[in-house]
């Protein structure tokens, strides 16, 4: 009850130049399945290696909510149900409820004073959208969009709340959860400065399609995601042109296909393999 009780001070204290780091989903399980088979897992610390990059990932949210957990939120909750393109949760807007994703995958994204939009992360089944602005009471700091048909749950914001106080597992679960999307922001940003352009990318559409790809009648093994360029240049932090030359470049080395908004990985392992090779560290 301790852990319950302080779980939203604790959230409320990140910084707030930390939020957007902290929305970031990039978390890699290790247990086996893939796409088609248990879509949870535990995140990972350091995924770089050939052995991990090789291994399946998986989609990391139900290993942490157990199943009563998500019956809980499920049921204080009401079901929902939003189109492609449509938005679930709007940049800047207040709190004023949390989403369990049920099915289907969310964009989330986020808008600079300049104009540009960042993709912040790819959400799928067993995660929680808005959490954070729940707790600590700040505009949402991102948007997030249908990336096609969606189903999930509609949690009040005071019932999310009375939620984490009352329930001590499920705040210390929100709180990991939390903590390893920050871990993983931290991990990323200090990539961008060791590794291309190319490398870069590589990793985000490798993390991203095993947690989020879905089979792709190319071959089998073949994961395809729903992600324009622009998109994926927000994800990885690499101007558009960068983007456009690194996605040349593994196309042209067979890793990668692209289609109009979705890139296919034909062998994910391979492209593991390929990050994980000499050439990676320079």
């Not at 602005?133 to 700091?141: A, E, I, L």
């Not at 999307?181 to 200090?190: C, V």
Request: glycine share 12%; with cysteine.
């Amino acid at each position: 009850m301790l852990i319950a009780r302080h779980a939203p001070r604790v959230l409320a204290g990140f910084p707030a130049h930390r939020r957007h780091s902290l929305v970031r989903p990039l978390q890699l399980g290790h247990t086996g399945g893939g796409p088609a088979g248990n879509p949870y897992a535990e995140t990972r610390p350091d995924p770089w290696s050939e052995r991990e990059m090789r291994m399946p990932q998986q989609n990391a949210a139900d290993a942490r909510f157990t199943p009563e957990q998500l019956t809980l939120l499920r049921d204080s909750g009401v079901a929902r149900r939003w189109r492609l393109g449509e938005v679930l949760l709007a940049q800047g807007t207040p709190s004023t409820e949390v989403i369990l994703v049920g099915r289907g995958l969310v964009k989330v994204t986020a808008d600079t004073h300049n104009g540009y939009t960042s993709m912040l992360a790819l959400r799928g089944p067993g995660d929680l959208l808005g959490e954070l602005s729940c707790v600590d009471g700040r505009p949402r700091s991102a948007t997030a969009r249908a990336a096609g048909e969606v189903t999930g749950t509609a949690i009040g914001a005071d019932e999310f709340r009375r939620l984490l106080t009352e329930e001590g597992g499920l705040a210390l679960t929100v709180l990991r959860c939390v903590a390893g999307r920050l871990r993983d922001a931290d991990r990323l940003r200090s990539h961008q400065g060791a590794y291309r352009s190319e490398e870069r990318v590589g990793r985000v559409l490798l993390e991203l399609a095993r947690r989020y790809g879905s089979p792709h009648v190319s071959g089998a093994g073949a994961l395809e995601l729903p992600i324009t360029q622009y998109e994926l240049a927000g994800a990885a932090g690499t101007s558009r042109e960068s983007t456009s030359r690194a996605l040349r470049t593994l196309q042209d080395t067979g890793l990668v296909a692209r289609a109009r908004g979705r890139v296919v990985l034909p062998v994910p392992d391979r492209l593991a393999r390929w990050l994980a090779g000499p050439h990676a560290r320079g």
